[in-house]
């Protein structure tokens, strides 16, 4: 079965560093991208950036540039984000998403839910 | 960069009926990257329908996409309780990967 496991809730406070992570299972994972979504309270879905596990190609959406990193080890099979320095506004639900290159985001993580707050 | 509208911005329906939801963009796409999803709260979005008109796997035939240029539909026939959730849009060519803003289908 084609799986993307994410890490548990986190709780944070503003100022703090983060990498939360995304575990592929079930199919080749080298072979598809794994793109980052974010959802804050209430809102809706967000594309924050893809990379391409193979080569680690990243690609991130303008608006999210430098606000956190995506990273992956391939040879552990699992894609992470992460922040130097949270702040209140990053709270919010993080999915991870399977991308076939051209195609749609076929499987989704079940999410990590981040809380940053004092 | 291309902006996904979506409309209307909340739809409320009985079951049995049929649901047309809108996706217009600012700028014509490709068919081939356009696709819908739906979401539920507690769970991660589904694929429904990818490359505008093709249904994911295990999508029951009640979902249908179609559409080209710069408008794209999803139509939902038969409603049933559990269609009840928010429906997004989604380009994903060019590297950019781009939402529409959701339609939240209730099911009176």
């Known amino acids: 079965e084609v799986q993307l496991v994410q890490s548990r809730a986190e709780v944070k406070k503003p100022g703090e560093s983060l990498k939360i992570s995304c575990k592929g299972s079930?199919?080749?994972?080298?072979?598809?991208?794994i793109a980052w979504v974010r959802q804050m309270p209430g809102k809706g879905l967000e594309w924050m950036g893809v990379?391409?596990?193979?080569?680690?190609?990243?690609r991130y959406s303008p608006s999210f540039q430098g606000q956190a990193t995506i990273s992956v080890d391939k040879s552990i099979s699992v894609a992470y984000l992460q922040w130097s320095s949270l702040k209140a506004s990053d709270t919010a639900m993080y999915y991870c998403?399977?991308?076939?290159?051209?195609?749609?985001?076929?499987?989704w993580g079940q999410g990590t839910m981040v809380t940053v707050s004092s | 960069e291309i902006v996904l509208t979506q409309s209307p911005g909340t739809l409320s329906l009985s079951p049995g009926e049929r649901a047309t939801l809108s996706c217009r963009a600012s700028?014509?796409?490709?068919?081939?990257?356009l696709g819908w999803y739906q979401h539920k709260p507690g769970q991660p979005p589904r694929l429904l329908i990818y490359?505008?008109?093709g249904r994911a796997t295990g999508i029951p035939d009640r979902f249908s996409g179609s559409g080209s240029g710069t408008d794209f539909t999803l139509t939902i026939s038969r409603l049933e309780p559990e269609d009840s959730a928010v429906y997004y849009c989604?380009?994903?060519?060019?590297?950019?990967?781009?939402f529409g803003q959701g339609t939240k289908l209730e099911i009176k």
């Open positions: 998403a399977r991308h076939p290159g051209g195609d749609a985001f076929d499987v």
């Open positions: 990379i391409y596990p193979g080569d680690s190609e990243t």
């Open positions: 079930g199919y080749s994972f080298t072979s598809y991208w």
């Open positions: 989604q380009f994903y060519g060019s590297s950019s990967y781009t």
């Open positions: 490359a505008a008109s």
């Open positions: 700028q014509s796409v490709s068919s081939s990257y």
